[in-house]
């Protein structure tokens, strides 16, 4: 029974002494490499990738930063062409809610920050960007196709019964009409309104100044730090050194690196903008057209 309590001891011994070497090596590195200890406070990256049309693990992973005490300022990597309004905006609140836990956020746009890409960096402290870099495109899209002319070709009538003046606007079966349109449009100038408020109030700039570059145009890096929609020139490197120093951080500070997992979904989703479960579930004959802060 000693014998068996001596090796039970002696592994445990063995398990605690490996587990402490794991943790200094551990330690040695992130300190040689980012500048700060295993445990230390440190600034959080995360990406936001591809189309814009799910943030919900986004956004459980900006909350985990939120209430991580050892995150001091986040770091949120953009390249995105934009997307679906909704998932836009819940990211750019998530973001409000970091900063108002008291937690720096940079944005730093990669390649491609535009509309929704950039709807959601305006709600950073600090906004860093390529000379290269291609972002803006305040505007939103609605498109849908008039196909009637060749179902009439092929002999197809397309049948729809309704409740609801307006429940198949946007229809492909027939022309959009005169009243229609201005349903639509009211739609869009509406959401058009929330993005133009989102970068001004962002960036801190008056509404009318916003106005003037909030017509779907494009612009380079170079550009946009003319506009100051961004706040200086820079890669990844220098966003993390400026949220290292908004929260009184050593420079170059630890890193917590983003979270990446990789799944065919997630490529098809961001990337191709096809949601393979969509394949599969059974749907009316009809077109969806969602509106999109879309470059």
Partial sequence: MSRRLTIIVAAALVYVAT?????????????GRDGGGFFGPRVAVAEMDGIILDADDLVRELRSHRDNPLVRAVVIRINSPGGVVAPTQEVHDALLRLRKAGKPVVASLGAVAASGGYYVAVAADRIYASPGTLTGSIGVIMQTANVEQLLKKVGVEYVIVKAGQYKDVGSFSRAMTLEERRVLQALLDDVHGQFIQAVAQGR??????????????VFSGMQAHALKMVDALGGLEDAVEAAARLANLPVPPAVLAPRRKFSLTDLLRNHLGLDPAALLRPSLPAVKTPLYLMD
């Fill in 19 to 31: 587990a402490a070497l794991f943790v200094v090596a551990g330690g040695a590195l992130t300190r």
């Fill in 204 to 217: 801190k700039l008056p509404r009318e100044q916003v106005l003037g570059f909030a017509d779907g145009r």
